[in-house]
């Protein structure tokens, strides 16, 4: 759609305070002086076979942008394709119950939603989210110096291949739950941090479908920085590595080092670099945080129970994503 | 997707100020006390063969909520299920432009959106609009003695259904410039009526799937007022009579005559019954206006440059739709 998307007449609107310029995945449209809306919509196919895990997932998922953006989840929307034909009725009705555990969760209201048959069961949210106009957060913040703190560990697309072929099920309690925890707690952290020193926080980006690697060069392009990745830092879901190991890799993971530009130092060992460019669905938040705050921020989000690795670092440009030791 | 959803526990919210208790398509959530947002969500399969209309007529579709619950629409997400193997990237850059056609007509932004491959074809949009907490139109505000004024003419599914069939071609024109007219002006000219003289409107909906026999019968229970709708009155597009004669039925008319338990006086033409029964794509408003202010709507309707038709009436309960002559 971003190619279809680039063709259409340049639309300027300067209600549109953040767009698709700089590849981040929601857009930020002001309200009022004090108001502006942040908009997101994801709907995906099943990722894990309980219906009512595959609802918080992907709920959790669509509401991440809103988080990754500084913001507060207001309202969403359920969008869903479900073949009547071939699965209960039930199904659906643990599917939205699993979504609607995650939107309370976020403290917003379910507003509505449509429903279309199909032939492909797709579930996924439309979201609204609120922030301040002049204070959320893109991908464009970056600051040579910045320290790179990461809040979930990755793997899911390499455990989740794994699965798919019945392999590594004793992950699969530790894969779900990791993909349906909401961002909304690691944002909250980062956010009060930020508000009592100001500027802490540069720039933050939610990990999803282009891997810790892709998402760090939108940021590298965005800030035109120089992302310096540590292999060696890297954190990994339980089996990730070991499904690495044992070939369960998607399809996903040289497309994002070619996105990337991926430059890899000699020497990384090919797992870490798979883990560093799998897939993730529901992935983590990656905050760029001013060096002098790293320990406060790095407190407050395990206060709040999520992780908080320190994965890298920004440093002068021209843009460009390495891994290395 | 609606049996599912009563399923769930009911989570009563009260920022939640219409939600689907009484059958509306879009929910409002408020967010200050001056701004409430409309949210709302539609997608679907191509009605129309040119992919630019149907980007127009599905974007229509989906801002007709706003609309009709009188408020202005602020910002839009594509939802976009793309058969990436069957056609070329060429018809999804149509399909986007004939939505953000429709997007800049209603003012607003269009902020992203989300696509998916998939066999089948579908898109719309995610809309937010915003309205004033305590002056948004919904079904329930139907009065007694109200009359019934209905801006766009019925019929888009019969003659959509002939079209299919290679027939009426020399309808099909105004068909889909019909299907793609935003009620944004019918809105805007009831609003300003009603700004003018308070109370001038009570209830509104906007005519889709369930036809406008459907819609009026989730009024008449939402407001508890039987509703008359006149036959001889009802407007139809050019060719709709036509296609019902020569027996091009979509098939929903009678499922939409058991939801409304519409009764039909004797002697109705079948044909026009057809047409009160006909699932409408992106149908025009169906407003519940004062006695005493019809002819001002009317006169603001037409000089809008939409249609004005008065097709039946309000009277005491209980909650009934009855077609006579």
């Known amino acids: 759609m971003e190619e279809a998307l680039k063709k259409l007449p340049r639309t300027t609107d300067p209600r549109l305070l953040l767009g698709h310029a700089h590849a981040d995945d929601a857009g930020i449209v002001a309200l009022t002086d004090e108001i502006a ?3 997101t919509v994801d709907f995906f196919t099943p990722v894990v076979d309980e219906p009512r895990d595959f609802g918080r997932v992907a709920a959790a998922n669509a509401l991440s942008d809103v988080f990754a953006m500084g913001g507060r989840a207001v309202s969403a929307l359920n969008i869903v394709c479900f073949p009547d034909s071939l699965l209960e ?9 699993g979504g609607q555990d995650k ?3 976020a403290g917003a209201v379910l507003a509505g939603g449509h429903s279309v048959s199909d032939n492909e069961l797709k579930y996924g ?9 002049e204070r959320f957060w893109h991908n464009a913040g970056g600051r040579s110096g910045d320290v790179l703190v990461l809040t979930k560990p990755l793997g899911t697309g390499l455990v989740s291949t794994a ?3 019945g392999k590594l099920k004793e992950h699969e309690a530790t894969l779900i739950a990791t993909m349906a925890a909401l961002n909304a707690a690691a944002a909250h952290a980062a956010r009060s941090l930020d508000d009592e020193r100001p500027g802490a926080i540069g720039a933050v980006t939610d990990i999803t479908g282009y891997g810790l690697v892709g998402h760090v060069s939108e940021l590298a392009r965005a800030s035109e920085l120089r992302v310096s990745l540590s292999a060696s830092s890297l954190p990994a879901l339980d089996g990730a590595l070991e499904a690495s190991r044992k070939g369960f890799h998607t399809r996903g993971e040289e497309p994002n ?5 991926l430059e890899t130092a000699e020497g990384i060992d ?7 460019l799998d897939p993730q669905t529901s992935g983590g938040l990656l905050l760029c945080v001013r060096q002098e705050d790293v320990e406060a921020l790095r407190t407050r989000l395990l206060d709040a129970g999520t992780g908080a690795w320190v994965v890298g670092s920004l440093s002068d440009g021209p843009a460009a994503v390495v891994l290395g030791e």
Do not use: C, D, F, M
């Open 257 to 261: 080092a070619v996105y990337a530009g």
């Open 163 to 165: 699965l798919k072929k």
């Open 103 to 105: 939107i309370l969760e």
């Open 37 to 39: 809306l942040v908009q």
């Open 270 to 276: 090919k797992h870490v670099r798979s883990l560093a």
């Open 89 to 97: 009725p039930g199904v659906l009705g643990e599917i939205l119950a």
């Open 125 to 133: 949210l439309a979201v609204t989210g609120v922030v301040h106009p």
